[in-house]
Nanobody, 123 residues
Framework: QVQLVESGGGLVQAGGSLSLSCAVASGRIFSSWTWGWFRQAPGKEREFVAAIRWTGNGRYYADSVKGRFTISRDTAKNTLDLQMNSLKPEDTAVYYC???????????????WGQGAQVTVSS
């Protein structure tokens, strides 16, 4: 069983920036796995945001965040980070970290999810 812990997020005005971080609290991650971010706004389906291979390459993004969000892996801290710039009110959602073997997927990368971090962008 893999436990993921997210941190960061918060409240920002439109055009501002926030960051999220995801750490592996327990469990084994395989080097072939992928980890990434999904988000769910109130009353909407969960949607893919960005993903990256555990090894730190092979990034891919949702069209809605491309050019504004950057996913990366901090090898020193062993965390997954998401830098969010030029935030829009429509980016408001709970953001979830996800990890698993399904590189390229946009519905879920695997079975392991974090608890979620709130991102709120005011207009």
């Amino acid at each position: 069983q893999v436990q993921l812990v997210e941190s960061g997020g918060g409240l920002v005005q439109a055009g501002g920036s926030l960051s999220l971080s995801c750490a592996v609290a327990s469990g084994r991650i395989f080097s072939s796995w992928t980890w990434g971010w999904f988000r769910q706004a109130p009353g909407k389906e969960r949607e893919f945001v960005a993903a990256i291979r555990w090894t730190g390459n092979g990034r891919y993004y949702a069209d809605s965040v491309k050019g504004r969000f950057t996913i990366s892996r901090d090898t020193a801290k062993n965390t997954l980070d998401l830098q969010m710039n030029s935030l829009k009110p429509e980016d408001t959602a709970v953001y979830y970290c996800n990890v698993g073997p399904r590189y390229g997927a946009r519905d879920a990368l695997g079975d392991y999810w974090g608890q979620g971090a709130q991102v709120t962008v005011s207009s």
